[in-house]
């Protein structure tokens, strides 16, 4: 079982930057593959990053966004800069072994205003 707190979110204007956390709790997290999603009013759930060794990045953050991981203290990130009115969601952490079990935090709201 993994528990996943996120935190970080918050209201910027447009063009500003935010650094979400998500720090996971037990003791194989090196072994996750970990990931953000987003989700706003009226919209489906929708990948945002993702990071095994490397990450990964949805078309429209690519640029603007970085996920990178600390396995020293159970966290990931992810650092956001150049924000857009778009971008606003709450943002959630996920944490996955491949082909077993998934665990999701509970979301931290993100508003960029114009």
């Known amino acids: 079982q993994v528990q996943l707190i996120e935190s970080g979110g918050g209201l910027v204007q447009a063009g500003g930057s935010l650094r979400l956390s998500c720090a996971a709790s037990g003791r194989t997290f090196s072994n996750y593959v970990m990931g953000w999603f987003r989700q706003a009013p009226g919209k489906e759930r929708e990948f945002v990053a993702s990071i095994n060794r490397s990450g990964d990045y949805a078309d429209s953050v690519k640029g603007r966004f970085s996920i990178f991981r600390d396995n020293a203290k159970n966290t990931v990130y992810l650092q956001m800069n150049s924000l857009k009115p778009e971008d606003t969601a709450v943002y959630y952490c996920?944490?996955?072994?491949?082909?077993?079990?998934?665990?999701w935090g509970q979301g931290t709201q993100v508003t960029v205003s114009s």
């Open positions: 996920k944490a996955s072994l491949p082909g077993t079990a998934e665990y």
